[in-house]
């Protein structure tokens, strides 16, 4: 990564038109509505992790119809979580919620915590949605940096097509530069710049003639210059652990009750060691239980 550009300061000089492009063309989405409880907020960010927006729509509606408290969700077992969680994919998402509403309740009163540093505290709670809650629901000043972000920041200020394959230190100083010092507008900034990379400042095809930054961006200044870092491989996903595993807690989500080990491997489509080796993980992981004496299911 070169060196920051100068476009750090209190308000640096993308945050007008990021603004303004933002406040044309947002997406509606209900974990942005003013009455949207943090725990909304961190339930989204969770699902959002990994996962597209169309996808998690209609599976954080249900989960907030259902749990609409953090203290809710703490009293349903990881079971329900993990059927609740439908097929948004990495399951273990779901129990990790289920640990961070116990720790809610039990530690905090019942209330997602303001604070980045207590919200990371919290099981499964990394850098990233610790600062996007901070930001989103509360309203603090924090740097939040996801895979958009860091696409965006590589492109404009730094003028490279694709940022390092993992967040770097000096990523992490261009992101606090740029953050403006007033706490309102940071937000401002942190959603701008996530959608912006969402929509238009895509990872394949950045939509550079519609885009707010243009006149600033330091890649497109550059005469947009092809990646030429090492190859970005897309993840893989026919034949993996991930898909064999995802087909089992399927198989597990829609039984009415425990399944046969046979029944169990089979649903995984995968050969039989790769099979054990996957029930053999959720096992482990905590996302199935029970034997071949009675059979296998979701956890309770
Ligand atoms: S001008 Fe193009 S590359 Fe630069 S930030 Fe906008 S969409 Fe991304």
């Not at 060196?3 to 942005?32: I, K």
């Not at 940071?186 to 095809?205: D, H, P």
């Not at 199935?288 to 009675?294: C, P």
Request: hydrophobic residues 45%; proline residues 8%.
């Amino acid at each position: 990564m070169g060196a920051p550009s100068p476009v750090g300061g209190a308000t640096n000089r993308l945050f007008d038109p990021l603004s303004a492009w933002y406040a044309r063309t947002a997406r509606d989405l209900p974990w942005r509505d003013a009455g949207c409880s943090p725990w909304g907020v961190l339930v989204s960010e969770v699902m959002l992790q990994q996962t597209p927006v169309a996808r998690v729509l209609p599976v954080w509606r249900r989960w907030m119809e259902q749990w609409p408290t953090p203290a809710d969700l703490a009293a349903a077992g990881p079971g329900e979580a993990v059927r609740a969680w439908d097929r948004l994919g990495y399951p273990r998402r779901a129990l990790r919620l289920v640990d961070a509403a116990v720790a809610i309740r039990d530690l905090h009163g019942g209330r997602v915590p303001a604070e980045e540093e207590v919200l990371r505290s919290l099981p499964g709670i990394g850098e990233y949605t610790a600062a996007a809650v901070a930001s989103f629901a509360f309203g603090r000043r924090a740097v939040v940096v996801d895979t958009n972000v860091r696409r965006v920041q590589a492109r404009v200020v730094t003028g490279v097509a694709l940022p390092a394959p993992s967040y770097t230190a000096a990523e992490r100083r261009l992101a606090t530069g740029l953050l403006p010092e007033d706490a309102a507008d940071s937000v401002q900034w942190n959603i701008g710049l996530m959608e912006l990379g969402a929509l238009v400042c895509t990872a394949r095809a950045p939509r550079c003639r519609e885009c707010p930054l243009q006149a600033e961006c330091a890649w497109v200044a550059a005469g947009s210059p092809a990646h030429d870092g090492p190859p970005r491989r897309g993840q893989k996903w026919a034949g993996t652990d991930r898909q064999a595993r995802g087909r089992i807690v399927q198989a597990l989500r829609e039984a009415d009750g425990p399944l046969p080990r046979a029944e169990v491997l089979a649903a995984s489509g995968a050969p039989e060691a790769q099979a054990e080796r996957c029930l053999a993980g959720l096992l482990e992981d905590g996302l199935a239980e029970g034997d071949d004496a009675t059979g296998y299911a979701l956890p309770t």
